[in-house]
């Protein structure tokens, strides 16, 4: 009886250190990618927040464009939600949000493109969720465009880079 209560406890003990490897072994599998995390790479810090913002805020008077906005939001299933707004001081004939989605390889790339333009309106937002590959920074690159009379302002808010599993 003896006997087997010892093989027993071994074989308890084996299939818990085995358990705890295969944890510990997932854990840094998963972390390889995070060795930049903390890096600053064109002005945008490499973290692992759920959502990173960039806010363009104007206060000179005189101005048309008042604020712009860029966002990236880590929605889960490798799943980015980009957001952008354009707000103006007044009503412009011209409001633009082009958001570019970068992905960080040593350097960013381009990832996509997408944007919006309203006329006669004070301010726009736009939101688009994008499928993206695991295993990248992710960063929205915001271009904030008011018109209004033939004058043109614009700003280009830039977002950290938000890692995406």
Not at 91 to 101: A, N, P
Request: charged content about 20%; hydrophobic content about 40%.
């Amino acid at each position: 009886m003896k006997t087997v209560i010892r093989k027993l406890k071994k074989s308890v003990v084996a299939m818990l250190a085995l358990s705890l490897f295969l944890a510990v072994s997932s854990i840094s599998a998963s972390a390889d990618g995070l060795e930049d995390l903390g890096k600053e790479v064109d002005g945008s810090i490499l973290t692992n927040e759920e959502s990173a913002e960039a806010i363009w805020q104007n206060v000179a008077r005189g101005s048309i464009l008042n604020q712009g906005i860029g966002k990236i939001t880590n929605i889960g299933n490798r799943t980015v939600n980009i957001y952008g707004a354009t707000m103006a001081h007044v009503t412009c004939d011209t409001l633009i949000v082009k958001l570019t989605l970068q992905q960080y390889d040593g350097g960013w790339i381009n990832y996509g493109t997408y944007g919006d333009t309203a006329t006669n309106a004070a301010s726009m937002s736009r939101s688009y969720n994008v499928k993206v590959k695991g295993g990248h920074y992710y960063r929205v690159k915001a271009a904030c465009v008011a018109k209004k009379n033939g004058s043109s302002e614009s700003q280009g808010p830039i977002t950290n880079g938000i890692w995406i599993e």
